[in-house]
């Protein structure tokens, strides 16, 4: 069957008053109270232990902080510091490049993933908490692991899969040249397990008589997936990209255990350079001003994507 | 109606969060705290060691030791990792433990904050028999103590003696013969099986300023400085000098002109340099006495040899380390913390921190020249490191901060040593402006 | 039918031969990349010596040796003091979340796409630099003024709000059809009524998300933790494993110890969860 015909198909499946309906937007039945009696658990939480110290840490970026002997008060010198620093902005491009190769890396592999490890088997079942793991292995372990894989020798195991395709021994996380790749493909091989557990549980969600009538159209896995799945997954996908923006910019642990931002700058991220002008030196001011600048940028991110999302739909 | 919900509940955040920044301006502490009643006071005391070791023991023993002779109670806390956070923690309530037992390198840190009491060592009973370059480790940059100097130690040159004695080669005496001993390693397969090893591990990360930290023996015994002392606690960057820089050159030849180091050094830290010897994948480690034991099992006491490294070109300066015992300020029990630091250098305090020949001694070196190494260590190899230490050590320079610079000097070596294209001069011109930028930020910049 | 319609690729169980092998084949390659280097941390938490720069997957001198050195440090204090927390954390986390997702994603409601904002914007604060404000925080509780400093409830309380479960919960409720709602309240059935029977079970696969990464979330907490914990013996396993990896005195093996106990009850989690997303599949309620 053709594919307009297919999509006219679950269009036409959706306005059928007998099928469900997707719903838009909520319905307001009773009180006004209501709903903010339900989100009040979570907003008094979040106001204690997330807004409260947030709101401190926001001052402490104008401070010169000193806990013992008390702050004082600098006004936009930290922020200065940072912005002016020369390393900022290629921790900013890395972080970029970064973010966007593990988001797409991760996204793409955990796709396909799903797509393979769907269904009710008692081997998947195996298969899937396998493949599970490097979300669970705590990441200071990862990096261990990951250092012995990228072993620079043409011994390494790393060096010699790249023998297999007959290219020549890289240095990977000690060379400036390919450190950035090093840790990224670190990063899609943990993300994409995280993104497949959340994807799964949208297919999981799929309506399955769809699955049927684009059959009996005579429409082969190919289609199916472009022209049913992949509209059913929207809002998963919508929730793997907004939180692999906020991931993305706050990438730190995997760069700072595996290379350190180095060599020679070559990794450094928004976040390590955060850490050593700020921690290392316990300038505790400018590290506040980087999470400020940091946060700022995140909120931009993802109120692009979510308008992005709104124009979509 | 539905719009002032939401203006309210935003306007209530905000307020909030605002008022409770509001709240971090605080006083400065502890200018003059009420002190305690002699009889009743006691002491908090934190040492940088990990909870659960035998370190921890010891330290547990110490404090019991400490009370039965002086009458004080002691509660002994050790905290290992992010030492720092919860230090802070404390110091932003204002309740710094009474007693912290730390690097000699942090003096200039700690001091800057504001935490430290300052000492007077003709007031610390016992103070005459400490060591004189042990009150090097305790000095700030404006020369006076801020600390009592509790334990030394120094690097020596871990060796295998079977390798050595497999390629034929002599203890080396001078740094050409150090070299070739490392290229024979590396290149003479010195374990017969054809195993392939190499010369030096060096712990090559940037983390923690290890790089740094790991060479600087090698740096200033190669001629290399990072300051010169006007003498009035000012500094100016000498990285930059001819020395620091064929000194960095030599460095970085290990890696790209002799091929000696471990590959993949430049990211690996100490523990895996550690388990590199140990496992016998490099035949040679700079290091500090306390892993005679760890050694001693693995690679195995017969192969190892502990050898004084060769001095060179400058002549020989090993890392001087130590911990020192630092009186926290706003302590409502500063007689006891006197106490504390008098009977930690006394000869019975420091021979119960030095735990004999157990593990998870406070006490490598002792700081009390009264103390007879050789009649409480059975291990003979310990005075080597004491004489050592003696002759040739150095501690860290009297900066205000020196992590800064620990930190951007392991950058500068960590970037040689991953690309060999770059020119040594110039990177270290890179780093001496870093140095006196830094300088200038710790307000210790000289002229 | 060759194909059947329980999965996008249609991969049923009367398929040719060669998808089989192909399946096959790719599940073995799935299993290789993804665990074979955490298994290889697990056989070197079994081994008394290894050759650092290989990764085995075979115990070399096989002994529990690390184990018990492991064990001389208090590990099972940590792992208790873990398991606590995480218990009731996950508990507690999973009901707030609930409960929010619900009105976030059922209700229309003026202020609804600021506090969705409020939400994510909890997940963009970076954790470092709250440490030591939340540290003050937690020792004088606002309006409350109780002191949550070294007790597990103040490594238990803050982490029962988090975003992530909330957005998670929250698109997968949206898609919840009008109709069910609407059938219960012509049933007669109150908020609360609506929500349990009707709502929450058809979004069991959500349920099994936030369940998983809840607990993992909980059980890797690092900061938090340590600044909650003022002696050892509150310490949970992710700091104990911390300090056992910076400890000189240490080796890897037992390093490697700690990580294995770090690591199998979030599998052993994963494990049970999945359940609850198939169980999604077969109940079928939304499949009409």
Same mark, same amino acid.
């Given at each position: 069957?053709?594919?307009?015909?297919?999509?006219?198909?679950?269009?036409?499946?959706?306005?059928?008053?007998?099928?469900?309906?997707?719903?838009?937007?909520?319905?307001?039945?009773?009180?006004?109270?209501?709903?903010?009696?339900?989100?009040?658990?979570?907003?008094?939480?979040?106001?204690?232990?997330?807004?409260?110290?947030?709101?401190?840490?926001?001052?402490?970026?104008?401070?010169?902080?000193?806990?013992?002997?008390?702050?004082?008060?600098?006004?936009?010198?930290?922020?200065?510091?940072?912005?002016?620093?020369?390393?900022?902005?290629?921790?900013?491009?890395?972080?970029?490049?970064?973010?966007?190769?593990?988001?797409?890396?991760?996204?793409?592999?955990?796709?396909?993933?799903?797509?393979?490890?769907?269904?009710?088997?008692?081997?998947?079942?195996?298969?899937?908490?396998?493949?599970?793991?490097?979300?669970?292995?705590?990441?200071?372990?990862?990096?261990?692991?990951?250092?012995?894989?990228?072993?620079?020798?043409?011994?390494?195991?790393?060096?010699?899969?790249?023998?297999?395709?007959?290219?020549?021994?890289?240095?990977?996380?000690?060379?400036?040249?390919?450190?950035?790749?090093?840790?990224?493909?670190?990063?899609?091989?943990?993300?994409?397990?995280?993104?497949?557990?959340?994807?799964?549980?949208?297919?999981?969600?799929?309506?399955?008589?769809?699955?049927?009538a684009s059959a009996l159209d005579g429409a082969g896995p190919l289609r199916r997936i472009l022209y049913v799945t992949l509209p059913a997954l929207r809002p998963v996908i919508a929730i793997l990209l907004t939180l692999a923006a906020i991931r993305?910019?706050? &990438?730190?642990?995997?760069?700072?255990?595996?290379?350190? $931002?180095?060599?020679?700058?070559?990794?450094?991220?928004?976040?390590?350079?955060?850490?050593?002008?700020?921690?290392?030196?316990?300038?505790?001011?400018?590290?506040?001003?980087?999470?400020? /600048?940091?946060?700022?940028?995140?909120?931009?991110?993802?109120?692009?994507?979510?308008?992005?999302?709104?124009?979509?739909? | 109606?539905?719009?002032?919900?939401?203006?309210?509940?935003?306007?209530?955040?905000?307020?909030?969060?605002? /008022?409770?920044?509001?709240?971090?301006?605080?006083?400065?502490?502890?200018?003059?705290? @009420?002190?305690?009643?002699?009889?009743?006071?006691?002491?908090?005391?934190?040492?940088?060691?990990?909870?659960?070791?035998?370190?921890?023991?010891?330290?547990?023993?110490? =404090?019991?030791?400490?009370?039965?002779?002086? $009458?004080?109670?002691?509660?002994?806390?050790?905290?290992?990792?992010?030492?720092?956070?919860?230090?802070?923690?404390?110091?932003?309530?204002?309740?710094?433990?009474?007693?912290?037992?730390?690097?000699?390198?942090?003096?200039?840190?700690?001091?800057?904050?504001?935490?430290?009491?300052?000492?007077?060592?003709?007031?610390?009973?016992?103070?005459?028999?400490?060591?004189?370059?042990?009150?090097?480790?305790?000095?700030?940059?404006? $020369?006076?103590?801020?600390?009592?100097?509790?334990?030394?130690?120094?690097?020596?040159?871990?060796?295998?003696?079977?390798? *050595?004695?497999?390629?034929?080669?002599?203890?080396?005496?001078?740094?050409?013969?150090?070299? @070739?001993?490392?290229?024979?390693?590396?290149?003479?397969?010195?374990?017969?099986?054809?195993?392939? &090893?190499?010369?030096?591990?060096?712990?090559?990360?940037?983390?923690?300023?290890?790089?740094?930290?790991?060479?600087?023996?090698?740096?200033?015994?190669?001629?290399?400085?990072?300051?010169?002392?006007?003498?009035?606690?000012?500094?100016?960057?000498?990285?930059?000098?001819?020395?620091?820089?064929?000194?960095?050159?030599?460095? *970085?030849?290990?890696?790209?002109?002799?091929?000696?180091?471990?590959?993949?050094?430049?990211?690996?830290?100490?523990?895996?340099?550690?388990?590199?010897?140990?496992?016998?994948?490099?035949?040679?480690?700079?290091?500090?006495?306390?892993?005679?034991?760890s050694f001693d099992l693995n690679p195995g006491r017969d192969v190892v040899e502990v050898i004084a490294p060769p001095a060179g070109p400058a002549g020989l300066t090993t890392l001087a380390e130590g911990n020192n015992v630092y009186l926290m =300020?706003?302590?409502?029990?500063?007689?006891?913390?006197?106490?504390?630091?008098?009977?930690?250098?006394?000869?019975?305090?420091?021979?119960?921190?030095?735990?004999?020949?157990?593990?998870?001694?406070?006490?490598?070196?002792?700081?009390?020249?009264?103390?007879?190494?050789?009649?409480?260590?059975?291990?003979?190899?310990?005075?080597?490191?004491?004489?050592?230490?003696?002759?040739?050590?150095?501690?860290?320079?009297?900066?205000?901060?020196?992590?800064?610079?620990?930190?951007?000097?392991?950058?500068?070596?960590?970037?040689?040593?991953?690309?060999?294209?770059?020119?040594?001069?110039?990177?270290?011109?890179?780093?001496?402006?870093?140095?006196?930028?830094?300088?200038?930020?710790?307000?210790?910049?000289?002229? | 039918?060759?194909?059947?319609?329980?999965?996008?690729?249609?991969?049923?169980?009367?398929?040719?031969?060669?998808?089989?092998?192909?399946?096959?084949?790719?599940?073995?390659?799935?299993?290789?990349?993804?665990?074979?280097?955490?298994?290889?941390?697990?056989?070197?938490?079994?081994?008394?010596?290894?050759?650092?720069?290989?990764?085995?997957?075979?115990?070399?001198?096989?002994?529990?040796?690390?184990?018990?050195?492991?064990?001389?440090?208090?590990?099972?204090?940590?792992? $208790?003091?873990?398991?606590? &927390?995480?218990?009731?954390?996950?508990?507690?986390?999973?009901?707030?979340?609930?409960?929010?997702?619900?009105?976030?994603?059922?209700?229309?409601? *003026?202020?609804?796409?600021?506090?969705?904002?409020?939400?994510?914007?909890?997940?963009?604060?970076?954790?470092?630099?709250?440490?030591?404000?939340?540290?003050?925080?937690?020792?004088?509780?606002?309006?409350?003024?109780?002191?949550?400093?070294?007790?597990?409830?103040?490594?238990?309380?803050?982490?029962?709000?988090?975003?992530?479960?909330?957005?998670?919960?929250?698109?997968?409720?949206?898609?919840?059809?009008?109709?069910?709602?609407?059938?219960?309240?012509?049933?007669?059935?109150?908020?609360?009524?609506?929500?349990?029977?009707?709502?929450?079970?058809?979004?069991?696969?959500?349920?099994?998300?936030?369940?998983?990464?809840?607990?993992?979330?909980?059980?890797?907490?690092?900061?938090?933790?340590?600044?909650?914990?003022?002696?050892?013996?509150?310490?949970?396993?992710?700091?104990?494993?911390?300090?056992?990896?910076?400890?000189?005195?240490?080796?890897?093996?037992?390093?490697?110890?700690?990580?294995?106990?770090?690591?199998?009850?979030?599998?052993?989690?994963?494990?049970?969860?999945?359940?609850?997303?198939? *169980?999604?599949?077969?109940?079928?309620?939304?499949?009409?």
């Open positions: 069957m053709s594919k307009s015909a297919l999509i006219e198909r679950s269009r036409r499946s959706e306005r059928l008053p007998s099928a469900p309906t997707r719903r838009r937007s909520g319905r307001r039945t009773g009180a006004f109270w209501v709903p903010w009696a339900f989100l009040a658990p979570a907003l008094v939480l979040f106001l204690l232990f997330k807004f409260i110290p947030m709101g401190e840490a926001v001052m402490t970026s104008f401070q010169n902080v000193r806990p013992f002997l008390g702050n004082q008060w600098v006004g936009l010198q930290n922020y200065n510091a940072l912005l002016s620093s020369d390393d900022f902005q290629g921790a900013v491009w890395h972080t970029l490049l970064l973010g966007v190769g593990q988001t797409v890396g991760s996204l793409l592999l955990g796709f396909t993933l799903a797509l393979l490890l769907e269904g009710q088997a008692k081997r998947l079942w195996f298969v899937r908490s396998a493949a599970f793991l490097p979300v669970v292995a705590p990441m200071a372990v990862i990096a261990e692991v990951w250092r012995i894989i990228y072993h620079p020798t043409g011994d390494g195991i790393a060096n010699q899969i790249l023998s297999w395709i007959a290219l020549e021994p890289s240095q990977w996380i000690n060379s400036p040249d390919s450190s950035l790749v090093s840790v990224m493909l670190v990063g899609i091989w943990r993300g994409a397990p995280y993104d497949m557990i959340i994807i799964v549980a949208g297919l999981v969600s799929v309506d399955r008589s769809l699955y049927e993305g910019m706050r &990438v730190f642990t995997e760069v700072f255990l595996l290379t350190n $931002g180095g060599p020679n700058g070559s990794s450094e991220v928004v976040m390590t350079l955060i850490y050593k002008l700020g921690f290392e030196r316990n300038q505790l001011g400018i590290a506040a001003a980087g999470s400020v /600048l940091l946060f700022a940028a995140t909120v931009a991110l993802t109120l692009l994507i979510q308008l992005a999302r709104r124009r979509k739909e | 109606m539905k719009s002032k919900i939401s203006v309210i509940l935003s306007v209530g955040m905000l307020a909030a969060t605002a /008022l409770a920044g509001c709240s971090t301006g605080s006083e400065p502490q502890g200018s003059s705290v @009420k002190q305690n009643e002699e009889t009743t006071q006691t002491l908090e005391i934190w040492q940088r060691k990990a909870p659960g070791s035998p370190s921890d023991t010891v330290g547990q023993e110490v =404090a019991k030791a400490f009370s039965e002779a002086t $009458g004080v109670q002691v509660e002994f806390s050790s905290i290992l990792e992010d030492f720092e956070i919860k230090l802070q923690q404390r110091a932003s309530q204002g309740d710094l433990p009474d007693i912290v037992i730390n690097d000699t390198a942090q003096l200039g840190n700690m001091k800057t904050q504001g935490l430290l009491r300052e000492i007077e060592p003709a007031a610390i009973e016992g103070s005459d028999k400490i060591k004189a370059r042990a009150w090097d480790g305790a000095k700030a940059a404006d $020369g006076k103590f801020y600390g009592v100097p509790h334990t030394a130690q120094t690097v020596a040159l871990f060796n295998r003696s079977d390798w *050595r004695k497999n390629v034929g080669a002599e203890v080396p005496t001078n740094w050409d013969e150090l070299v @070739k001993l490392w290229e024979a390693y590396s290149t003479g397969d010195p374990t017969g099986t054809g195993k392939d &090893v190499a010369g030096l591990g060096v712990p090559g990360a940037t983390k923690r300023g290890y790089i740094s930290w790991n060479t600087s023996s090698f740096f200033w015994s190669g001629g290399g400085e990072y300051f010169k002392d006007d003498g009035s606690g000012k500094f100016t960057s000498e990285v930059a000098s001819e020395g620091s820089v064929a000194a960095a050159q030599w460095i *970085r030849g290990l890696v790209c002109e002799h091929d000696v180091l471990q590959p993949g050094a430049g990211s690996q830290d100490t523990t895996n340099v550690k388990e590199l010897f140990q496992t016998g994948a490099v035949g040679s480690y700079l290091v500090a006495p306390y892993e005679l034991a =300020a706003g302590s409502a029990n500063e007689l006891a913390q006197e106490k504390f630091a008098e009977w930690a250098v006394s000869v019975e305090g420091q021979t119960v921190a030095m735990a004999g020949d157990r593990e998870g001694n406070l006490v490598r070196i002792p700081v009390n020249s009264e103390v007879d190494m050789s009649k409480l260590r059975t291990d003979s190899r310990w005075q080597m490191f004491e004489d050592l230490y003696e002759k040739n050590g150095r501690y860290v320079p009297a900066v205000p901060n020196w992590a800064p610079f620990l930190n951007s000097s392991a950058e500068t070596l960590n970037t040689l040593i991953s690309d060999c294209s770059l020119d040594v001069a110039d990177e270290m011109k890179k780093l001496d402006g870093k140095f006196t930028a830094e300088l200038e930020a710790q307000g210790a910049l000289a002229g | 039918m060759s194909t059947s319609f329980d999965s996008a690729l249609g991969l049923g169980t009367n398929n040719k031969p060669w998808i089989k092998v192909i399946n096959y084949f790719l599940w073995a390659l799935i299993v290789i990349v993804f665990a074979g280097p955490l298994v290889a941390i697990i056989v070197g938490a079994f081994s008394a010596t290894r050759d650092p720069s290989q990764l085995s997957l075979i115990p070399q001198n096989p002994s529990l040796e690390n184990f018990s050195t492991a064990l001389d440090r208090n590990v099972m204090l940590y792992l $208790g003091n873990s398991l606590i &927390v995480v218990g009731f954390g996950l508990l507690f986390q999973m009901l707030v979340s609930v409960f929010a997702a619900y009105a976030l994603a059922r209700k229309k409601f *003026r202020g609804r796409g600021i506090a969705m904002l409020l939400v994510l914007a909890t997940l963009m604060l970076p954790e470092e630099i709250l440490a030591i404000p939340l540290s003050r925080v937690l020792s004088d509780v606002p309006f409350i003024g109780i002191n949550l400093i070294n007790s597990l409830a103040g490594m238990i309380v803050p982490v029962i709000a988090w975003g992530f479960s909330i957005l998670v919960m929250t698109e997968f409720m949206k898609e919840v059809p009008m109709e069910l709602e609407e059938a219960a309240r012509i049933d007669g059935a109150g908020e609360l009524r609506t929500f349990f029977s009707v709502i929450l079970p058809t979004c069991t696969p959500a349920l099994g998300v936030i369940g998983v990464f809840g607990f993992t979330m909980i059980w890797d907490q690092y900061l938090l933790p340590l600044i909650v914990a003022s002696d050892s013996d509150m310490f949970t396993l992710p700091l104990a494993l911390r300090s056992l990896r910076a400890d000189p005195e240490v080796g890897l093996g037992v390093v490697l110890v700690g990580a294995t106990l770090a690591l199998l009850p979030s599998v052993i989690a994963f494990l049970c969860f999945q359940k609850s997303f198939m *169980r999604g599949l077969a109940s079928g309620a939304v499949k009409g």
